[in-house]
């Protein structure tokens, strides 16, 4: 039985592929994307249970693609984790303005990361 489902959107290829495997490790059902078009397509007809959302894209950013999943009322409320090589000074809290339940700085390690989508997807229940 999957544990949730959750959408991963980053355009580095390999980011997106060992977040998947880690999380499909530990019972998550993944859905990968590299770039934020895809992304926004795919919440429209997956309804993911989280994103995980790299900032720095082409095209559209993680800002931009989580401003435009904040005004669209099914989606509002979904939780956005940050992936970003910023650091938090560079962020500046824009992350959380936008809504980011939380931020993870890359690089990670698979532990940390699987504690945090753990964490993020067991409020979801309370």
Do not use: W
Not at 47 to 61: A, N, W
Not at 76 to 105: C, M, N, Q, W
């Amino acid at each position: 039985m999957s544990k949730g489902k959750v959408l991963v959107v980053d355009d580095e290829q390999i980011i997106t592929s060992l977040v998947s495997k880690t999380l499909e490790r530990e019972g998550y059902q993944v859905i990968a994307c590299n770039s934020a078009e895809d992304g926004l397509a795919t919440v429209r007809t997956n309804s993911p249970d989280l994103i995980l959302l790299d900032i720095g894209m082409p095209d559209i950013d993680g800002y931009e693609f989580c401003s435009r999943l904040r005004k669209d009322e099914q989606f509002a409320h979904t939780p956005v984790i940050f992936l970003s090589g910023k650091s938090a000074e560079e962020d500046g809290g824009r992350s959380f303005k936008l809504g980011a339940a939380t931020y993870i700085r890359k690089p990670f390690s698979n532990a940390s990361l699987v504690e945090i989508v753990n964490l993020t997807m067991s409020s979801l229940d309370g």
